[in-house]
T-cell receptor, first 115, second 113 residues
Framework: DGGITQSPKYLFRKEGQNVTLSCEQN?????MYWYRQDPGQGLRLIYY???????QKGDIAEGYSVSREKKESFPLTVTSAQKNPTAFYLC??????????????FGDGTRLSIL | DQQVKQNSPSLSVQEGRISILNCDYT??????FLWYKKYPAEGPTFLIS?????DKNEDGRFTVFLNKSAKHLSLHIVPSQPGDSAVYFC????????????FGKGTTLSVSS
């Protein structure tokens, strides 16, 4: 069954630590995305990648880093430079550009909290 | 500056009635619009979409209307069911440019039986 897997579902981080969120997809999609959702807010784009070994900053990339070494995987690292990392993180994938009749598909998210 | 706006944070409707969720956008370059439904602690699921060359798209109980001149779209759910209770996000993109989606803040729909 094809889909997007995000792990872990819940993650706790100590102050000053980097932490990496996993996102894997078996939909054979070229494009992958990371969003952040805060209470009462929409989804804000952190980073996206339209193809392997290439990625672009979204609206709120500061304090985050990504890599795209494999088509199936797009891990997100929340660095200690991110001052307010507590949020619900969502990964998505699509055919390149998420074009008509090919919308983005989302994982079930990772909730990150600061200890 | 928000490019996609959902000005109603919440909407309450009785079962069997029509639910109308609204969305406004400011970027005239947007040419593809989508609605997603989200339950708590889950990822959004795609509901319905519309291209800017159309003014209506229907899929079962769900219909999306697009008014390009007003830069406004709406999602109609008829008849509403308790299982429709969720947060609904409007999203837009410039399809040909292959850019990512821009989301509104969402509207929480509550359908009471």
């Amino acid at each position: 069954d094809g889909g997007i897997t995000q792990s872990p579902k819940y993650l706790f981080r100590k102050e000053g630590q980097n932490v990496t969120l996993s996102c894997e997809q078996n939909l054979n999609h070229d494009a992958m995305y990371w969003y952040r959702q805060d209470p009462g807010q929409g989804l804000r784009l952190i980073y996206y990648s339209q193809i392997v070994n290439d990625f672009q900053k979204g609206d709120i990339a500061e304090g985050y880093s990504v890599s795209r070494e494999k088509k199936e995987s797009f891990p997100l690292t929340v660095t200690s430079a991110q001052k307010n990392p507590t949020a619900f993180y969502l990964c998505a994938s699509s055919v390149r550009g998420g074009g008509s009749n090919q919308p983005q598909h989302f994982g079930d998210g990772t909730r990150l909290s600061i200890l | 500056d928000q490019q996609v706006k959902q000005n109603s944070p919440s909407l309450s409707v009785q079962e069997g009635r029509i639910s109308i969720l609204n969305c406004d956008y400011t970027n005239s370059m947007f040419d593809y619009f989508l609605w997603y439904k989200k339950y708590p602690a889950e990822g959004p699921t795609f509901l319905i979409s519309i291209s800017s060359i159309k003014d209506k798209n229907e899929d079962g109980r769900f219909t999306v209307f697009l008014n390009k001149s007003a830069k406004h779209l709406s999602l109609h759910i008829v008849p509403s069911q308790p299982g429709d209770s969720a947060v609904y996000f409007c999203a837009a993109t410039v399809n040909q440019a292959g850019t990512a989606l821009i989301f509104g803040k969402g509207t929480t729909l509550s359908v009471s039986s």
